[in-house]
Nanobody, 127 residues
Framework: QLQFVESGGGLVQSGGSLRLSCAASGSTLDYYQIGWIRQAPGKEREGVSCISSSDGSTYYSDSVKGRFTISRDNAKLTVYLQMNSLKPEDTAVYYC????????????????????WGQGTQVTVSS
C-alpha cells in the first residue's frame, strides 16, 4: 500500500517561503502522478500542484502559479513543494496524494482522488 507522510509546514509571515516534503513508502513513485492538495477550515479541498511520472510535466493552479514549484525525487520516494511569496490565503493543511491524471489542478476536481493520503502538514501564513 502506498503511504505518504507530509512535513515542512509551519508559521510564516506573508511573503515568506516554505518547502514541503512528501515522503512515500510502500511502492516506488515511478508510475504515479503526485498532487499537492490543500484544505482550509470550512472550505473545499483545492488542488494546487501536480507532477507527472511520464515526462515530469508540472501543473499549477492559477492561485499559486509563479509562486510554487513542485519537484520529485523518485529514488528518495519524495515529492517537494517549494512555496514562495506566501499569502494568508495559502493557509491550509497541505496533503500529497496520487492524482492519476493531475485533474486536481488541470480540471479543478478532487472528488475522484483515492485513499492514499497522509496526515497533512499545516501551513499558516500571517499578515
Amino acid at each position: 500500500q502506498l503511504q505518504f507522510v507530509e512535513s515542512g509546514g509551519g508559521l510564516v509571515q506573508s511573503g515568506g517561503s516554505l518547502r514541503l516534503s512528501c515522503a512515500a513508502s510502500g511502492s516506488t513513485l515511478d508510475y504515479y502522478q503526485i498532487g499537492w492538495i490543500r484544505q482550509a477550515p470550512g472550505k473545499e479541498r483545492e488542488g494546487v500542484s501536480c507532477i507527472s511520472s511520464s515526462d515530469g510535466s508540472t501543473y499549477y493552479s492559477d492561485s499559486v502559479k509563479g509562486r510554487f514549484t513542485i519537484s520529485r525525487d523518485n529514488a528518495k520516494l519524495t515529492v517537494y513543494l517549494q512555496m514562495n511569496s506566501l499569502k494568508p490565503e495559502d493557509t491550509a493543511v497541505y496533503y500529497c496524494t496520487v492524482d492519476p491524471f493531475c485533474w486536481g489542478v488541470v480540471r479543478g476536481e478532487t472528488a475522484y482522488l483515492g485513499p492514499y493520503w497522509g496526515q497533512g502538514t499545516q501551513v499558516t501564513v500571517s499578515s
